[in-house]
């Protein structure tokens, strides 16, 4: 074989590598985890293992592997020979959020004052692209930067344990801020206001300030226990 062959036939198989697919199980698991969390397939839609083979591209087996999956994870239930149904977001699950995520916010932004420069720039970074976002009415980026503002503050206490037990809480926050937005597009402008009250009360060292708007910021969540965002 000529040297150009050679290296022509190695390239091509380099390439190849490089684009390799995630396994079947994995691709499928992302494409209803992503659709679940963004809502695209909302609380109550029956999914079949024949339509998501279909959308994914795979045969039935890795998609019943994605979908136990996914079941473990509390977004969906299965029934024999049916399909599986993607839950809704209960009122229950949506307080035991709002309860979690008040005891370590509030801890953590207490914390964080006097806040680190870097922390400041993160957040003022972090509010600028959920204003881009929310202008492009691109709801689900939006929460993920959402999550992300309160994220930030959570690590800069540096206590792992409690950064872990916050990013168990990333798939109920992400789904829950798309339903908002959705359901009370001018969440989104209070939103943005009560993160630029939170960076404010950060940059002037006011720790009692941020904890009040934090508190009332999470806790207007509790609108969605009581029914009035589905």
């Not at 990013?167 to 001018?186: I, N």
């Not at 209070?190 to 940059?203: N, S, Y």
Request: glycine residues 6%; aromatic residues 4%; hydrophobic residues 45%.
């Amino acid at each position: 074989m000529p040297a150009s062959a050679s290296l022509t036939s190695t390239a091509s198989r380099t390439t190849a590598a490089a684009v390799k697919q995630p396994p079947a199980a994995e691709r499928v698991y992302a494409h209803v985890k992503r659709a679940v969390l963004e809502r695209r397939y909302e609380g109550g839609t029956l999914l079949t293992e024949g339509e998501l083979a279909e959308a994914v591209g795979v045969s039935r087996t890795p998609v019943r592997e994605a979908l136990l999956k996914l079941e473990v994870e509390g977004l969906l239930r299965l029934y024999p020979k049916k399909g599986a149904l993607v839950l809704p977001v209960s009122a229950q699950e949506i307080a035991d959020v709002v309860e979690t995520r008040l005891l370590v916010e509030t801890h953590s932004v207490r914390k964080a004052v006097p806040a680190p420069a870097g922390l400041l720039t993160r957040l003022q970074e972090l509010l600028g692209q959920q204003r881009v976002q929310a202008a492009a009415g691109d709801f689900a980026a939006a929460a993920v930067t959402d999550r992300c503002f309160h994220a930030e503050i959570v690590r800069s206490g540096g206590n792992e344990i409690l950064s872990r037990l916050y990013d168990q809480l990333r798939d109920r926050q992400l789904r829950m801020g798309v339903a908002v937005m959705h359901s009370h597009p001018d969440r989104i402008a209070k939103t943005l206001t009560e993160h630029e009250e939170i960076l404010a009360a950060l940059v002037a060292g006011d720790a009692d300030a941020a904890v009040a708007v934090v508190t009332r910021h999470v806790g207007w969540f509790q609108n969605l226990a009581r029914g009035e965002v589905r």
